[in-house]
């Protein structure tokens, strides 16, 4: 016997809206080309109006601050010291996340919980809390360790709790009728089944942790031994470097596309090839 | 359609302490209810029948009826609050592989899980080693006609061959009894008619006790050796009718017993749906 119908209409078949001219070119063609003509109208403006260099560079001097910066290691360090903070403090938000999850899901008392505490913590910017974290804990690394948790926690407990709350029912009855024990239900249907939200929330969580972490920075310096880039920014500000503070956003901005690229593969590896999720 | 070949797994036998001749699946005096919106609301209030292995039988019913209720304390998912159901002589039921469900729902499958694995995992939950699972995996998916399909996911195959699937991984997980609830509900009437053939022709060459909730006449008469006819909700048994000898759909025997049925149905004030296919 031999399935009628097959899933997938070939898309060649169906009518293609026609295009001309710009819309034909492939799409890193035409970003390509809007971010020479944006680099150029840079170029342009430093070239003819001339500004004062205290206050304002151009595109090639900014290369060259980037280029002095990650060679001479100042850059880099400040970035890894970012990026570390970063990590451990969204390690610590993700484990809490994890407890306030299981709760979650196992009571309604901690669904409760977590509603509220979600809807009244997640509109708070998470910079708000670090003069309250310098209050606690010191001016030092904890402090904003806090406050980078604090900031990933909520994006992380609520998106994943949801994801376990939404598994479709039919799956889970299948899980529990091929005999699976209540450990291997969690692990092997409802993990999976939750991933798409579990996704999406460390991509805010991501998000909301590097803004945090580089206004945390900008604001209060360093905290302990190095600083990282924000407060190489605010630095480069003091010195009136102007340059330097341009290859540093040029790095945050950078690094921001990376992490968006290392989301974008998990995704299609796993959520939309499994077809949770349409690319 | 598969190719008509050898019996597989003749030696396959339930594990009943009374013999070969008692019933499979003792139904006895079950009344099921569940919590809604005005308390505690009885769906099934006194049902009773005997299932003998080896046999079909086919429970139909007006909308609402309980007959999914029905089936799922079978599976285990419910409780009775009166009466009892006995599976080869054991009485308190959890889910498990021994009474595999095919669901109506087409989400049924793990989404994660490529066609092969969907089939294997289960054997592999159930203690087989891995491959002896793809080995038990793909001979069930030959049988259901998935042999171009091993590697594909849930979500790039049609609503007949995700049926497909679902009744692979259950009859691999050689149950004492096979649970279907309304498998081909949401397909559309041609696709219907093929598995229901389909169906009928592996369950000949396999020793599987079947029983297989419907509202569908034409599929009772074609699936089944027994009929068990539920009346409105609270439901008791309002007959259960012999269709064993029918003969094909075009004969008068077939006609006539279609008449009855739909007479039966009718007293419940069941707008009894027609399967044009047959009609």
């Known amino acids: 016997m031999q399935s009628s119908s097959s899933a997938a209409v070939p898309a060649a078949s169906l009518p293609r809206p026609r295009s001309v001219g710009w819309a034909r070119l492939p799409v890193w063609v035409r970003r390509g080309l809007i971010f020479a003509v944006l680099i150029g109208l840079w170029q342009a403006y430093v070239s003819y109006a001339d500004p004062d260099p205290l206050v304002f560079v151009g595109p090639w001097d900014t290369l060259q601050a980037l280029w002095d910066g990650w060679r001479d290691g100042s850059l880099a360090r400040a970035t890894w010291e970012t990026l570390r903070l970063l990590g451990i403090g969204t390690g610590i938000g993700a484990l809490v996340a994890a407890v306030l999850t299981i709760f979650a899901t196992l009571t309604k008392i901690g669904e409760d919980l977590l509603i509220l505490l979600t809807s009244i913590m997640n509109p708070l910017p998470g910079v708000a809390m670090l003069p309250l974290a310098l209050l606690f804990f010191g001016l030092n690394t904890n402090a904003v360790l806090f406050t980078i948790a604090n900031a990933t926690i909520w994006p992380i407990a609520i998106n994943i709790s949801t994801g376990f709350r939404t598994v479709n029912p039919t799956i889970a009855a299948v899980g529990r009728n091929i005999g699976l024990s209540p450990i291997r239900l969690a692990t092997d249907v409802l993990a999976p089944s939750a991933l798409p939200h579990a996704i999406s929330g460390l991509k805010t969580a991501w998000a909301f942790g590097w803004r945090t972490v580089v206004a945390a920075e900008l604001v209060f310096g360093a905290f302990g031994g190095e600083g990282g880039v924000g407060f190489y920014i605010n630095n480069a500000r003091l010195y009136l470097l102007t340059a330097q503070m341009l290859a540093a956003l040029v790095t945050i901005a950078a690094l921001g596309v990376l992490f968006e690229t290392l989301f974008g593969m998990l995704e299609r590896r796993t959520i939309v090839r499994w077809g949770m999720k349409t690319s | ?279």
């Open chain 2, 1 to 279: 359609m598969p190719p008509s070949g050898t019996p597989l797994n003749t030696e396959r036998r339930p594990a009943s302490a009374e013999g070969l001749d008692a019933p499979l699946l003792r139904v006895e005096h079950v009344q099921l209810g569940y919590w809604g919106a005005k308390g505690f609301e009885l769906a099934v209030d006194d049902v009773g029948f005997d299932v003998a292995p080896r046999e079909k039988i086919i429970v139909i019913g007006p909308s609402g009826c309980g007959k999914s209720t029905l089936l799922k304390a079978i599976a285990g998912f419910l409780t009775p609050v009166g009466g009892s159901i006995t599976v080869a002589g054991r009485t308190s039921l959890t889910p498990g592989p021994d009474r595999a469900v095919v669901f109506q729902e087409f989400d049924q499958l793990f989404a994660w899980r490529t066609v092969l694995d969907n089939v294997a995992y289960p054997l592999r939950v159930n203690g087989r080693r891995k491959a002896a699972a793809r080995a038990e995996a793909h001979k069930y998916l030959e049988l259901t006609g998935l042999e171009r399909a091993f590697d594909r996911y849930p979500h790039q195959l049609s609503g007949g061959m995700k049926q497909r699937v679902a009744i692979a991984r259950a009859l691999a997980l050689e149950p004492v009894i096979l649970l279907m609830d309304e498998p081909f509900g949401s397909l559309d009437a041609l696709t219907r008619a093929r598995l229901q053939g389909e169906l009928n022709s592996i369950l000949d060459r396999t020793p599987t006790t079947l029983l297989f909730v419907t509202h569908s006449i034409d599929e009772a008469l074609v699936l089944g050796d027994r009929v068990v006819v539920l009346g409105n909700a609270p439901s008791s048994v309002q007959e259960i009718v012999d269709v064993r000898d029918v003969g094909p759909p075009d004969s008068p025997a077939y006609a006539e017993m279609r008449r009855r049925l739909r007479r039966l149905l009718a007293e419940q004030g069941e707008e009894v749906d027609e399967d044009a296919v047959f009609v």
